[in-house]
């Protein structure tokens, strides 16, 4: 970057030399007005060449556009077919999703829920006739997890 930069100036300063020694040699041969119709016609042709330079980058402008929209096309046709596809498939989701909703509610209502109320209703059966039958009063599971840890506790005990 440091070489182009001192490259430029360099050439800048040749430019300039090279202006002032022609606007020096305009003025002591009197030349003004040769040089104001040939830097004229260096303009003229500057502006026709730039002119071309434009219509073509046009040209390849509008042909750039055509090619974008003929490879879109293709492009915009697969989308939609995915979109259609991704549709499909987020509507069977939702209809696999209510038929396990559906499911899962009649197993509960027809079920869990009947066979809970049946295995509560065998245990509070089976703790009354313990009460009716001679087991004495109902002991809680706190006590009988209490009485089994002291159970434990002993035969710890006395098998050191």
Known sequence: MQKAKRYLIVAGIGVLILLIIGIVFAAIFNAWLDILYVSLIVV?????F?????????????RTISTVRDELKPLLVSVQETVGVVKDTARSAGQTATAIGTTAR???????????RTVSLLIAVQQVLRIFLGRGHAGSRADQRRRQQMEAEAAAVGGE
């Open 106 to 116: 009649f197993t509960n209502d027809f079920a869990i829920v009947p066979t809970v």
């Open 50 to 62: 730039v002119a071309a330079l434009q219509i073509y980058t046009i040209i390849m402008l509008i």
């Open 44 to 48: 003229a042709a500057f502006t026709l």
